[in-house]
């Protein structure tokens, strides 16, 4: 897969679409108390390492990770555009974003998503990629609405 993923800007404009599109994701499927997208804002502060991939200059995915402590990462962010599903682009980012946390010696990572059957593709990459189902961490609470995984990296 010719895939270029890297650092990039949350506001490019091609960025901007699919973060809106992400966003617009996130309320459609999840209670408004469980949609914990963030935004250019919080995706270009110093705790945050955001990547796009694209494949032949055109934008196909997003990926962040967040620092949540020295040990402690959160996968933030991901977002495979529609017509790039089922290619490999997620696993893809995945693979590179847990790269990123192990690179810069964190010793888990973790990540939060939804319940409902439409989130069940993201599940099944998370669990493919290693992470099992845990408790909330970092400042999530209980929802009936989210499912919280983690992988150590050790």
């Known amino acids: 897969m010719d895939l270029n993923i890297s650092p990039d800007d949350p506001r490019a404009p091609d960025v901007a679409r699919l973060l ?9 499927w999840s209670l408004p108390e ?15 390492f955001f990547f796009t991939a694209r494949r032949s200059g055109e934008l196909v995915a997003v990926g962040a990770l967040r620092h949540l402590d020295a040990q402690h990462a959160e996968i933030k962010s991901m977002h495979t555009v529609a017509t790039a599903r089922g290619q490999g682009v997620g696993k893809e ?4 974003l847990v790269t990123t946390a192990r690179v ?11 319940l409902q059957e439409v989130f069940a593709p ?3 990459l998370y669990r493919n990629g290693g992470f099992e189902v845990c ?10 609405d989210s499912i919280y995984m983690t992988r150590n990296l050790t």
């Open 34 to 48: 469980d949609v914990h997208v963030l935004d250019a804002d919080q995706l270009v502060a110093d705790d945050v």
């Open 122 to 124: 993201a599940r099944r």
């Open 93 to 96: 980012m995945l693979d590179h």
């Open 20 to 28: 809106t599109i992400h966003l617009a994701f996130a309320r459609e």
């Open 135 to 144: 408790q909330p961490f970092g400042d999530y609470q209980f929802s009936s």
């Open 104 to 114: 810069r010696s964190y010793l888990r990572i973790s990540l939060e998503t939804g």
